[in-house]
Antibody, heavy 119, light 109 residues
Framework: QVQLVESGGGVVQPGTSLRLSCIMSGFNFREFTLHWVRQAPVKGLEWVSVISFNENDKDYADSVKGRFTISRDNVKDTLYLQMNSLRPEDTAIYFC????????????WGQGTTVTVSS | SYLLTQSPSVSVAPGQTATITCGGDNIGSESVHWYQQKSGQAPVLVVYDDTDRPSGIPDRFSGSNSGNTATLIISRVEVGDEADYYCQVWHTATDRVWVFGGGTKLTVL
């Protein structure tokens, strides 16, 4: 079955960096577009970033553009999110998600990893 | 950016029908997708492309979309349906973003 498992979250100070990972299994990883979506405490869902199957196409929400970098390793079946210059408003649960074949929605999600940015 | 508006909460008794709406400018021209998120868990896709259900989702969950409102209908509501429900579209008119509504908390009385 399809599984997505995030790791790398933690408590960090403002201005520092963190790298999240998401190991995926149960499907042909290199065929799918992948995403990061976050959820601030007691808030709704916010799309963060997308990467195409071959890494040629990437995009970011305006709130993270220039600070976050998405990447993937199609050998290790792993998705990454490098987060630099972290701010308190980046505090959230970060979910990795598989993009649907239609590109329009997210068909599988990980359980999330928590990032807390606080001094 | 494109805004999706959901009512914060809906309450229904077990066995009744829950109606959760998602408003957006001409949302009927978009494909709308719905996610269920139970407390402390990851979101789960329950309806995609306005009306389709992923395998394993009971047919009590259905969707519609027209004009400025998309709707998720949960028939014969069960206690286990209590969750937050989010609508979502992929909006490309001005920028390429995946947009979520603010979520609706379904309480089963």
């Amino acid at each position: 079955q399809v599984q997505l498992v995030e790791s790398g979250g933690g408590v960090v100070q403002p201005g520092t960096s963190l790298r999240l990972s998401c190991i995926m299994s149960g499907f042909n990883f290199r065929e799918f577009t992948l995403h990061w979506v976050r959820q601030a405490p007691v808030k709704g869902l916010e799309w963060v970033s997308v990467i195409s199957f071959n890494e040629n196409d990437k995009d970011y929400a305006d709130s993270v553009k220039g600070r976050f970098t998405i990447s993937r390793d199609n050998v290790k079946d792993t998705l990454y999110l490098q987060m630099n210059s972290l701010r308190p408003e980046d505090t959230a649960i970060y979910f990795c998600a598989r993009g649907s074949a239609s590109y329009l929605h997210f068909d599988y999600w990980g359980q999330g990893t928590t990032v807390t940015v606080s001094s | 950016s494109y805004l999706l508006t959901q009512s914060p909460s809906v309450s229904v008794a077990p066995g009744q029908t829950a109606t959760i709406t998602c408003g957006g400018d001409n949302i009927g021209s978009e494909s709308v997708h719905w996610y269920q998120q139970k407390s402390g868990q990851a979101p789960v896709l329950v309806v995609y492309d306005d009306t389709d259900r992923p395998s394993g989702i009971p047919d009590r969950f259905s969707g519609s979309n027209s004009g400025n409102t998309a709707t998720l209908i949960i028939s014969r509501v069960e206690v286990g349906d209590e969750a937050d429900y989010y609508c979502q579209v992929w909006h490309t008119a001005t920028d390429r973003v995946w947009v979520f509504g603010g979520g609706t908390k379904l309480t089963v009385l």
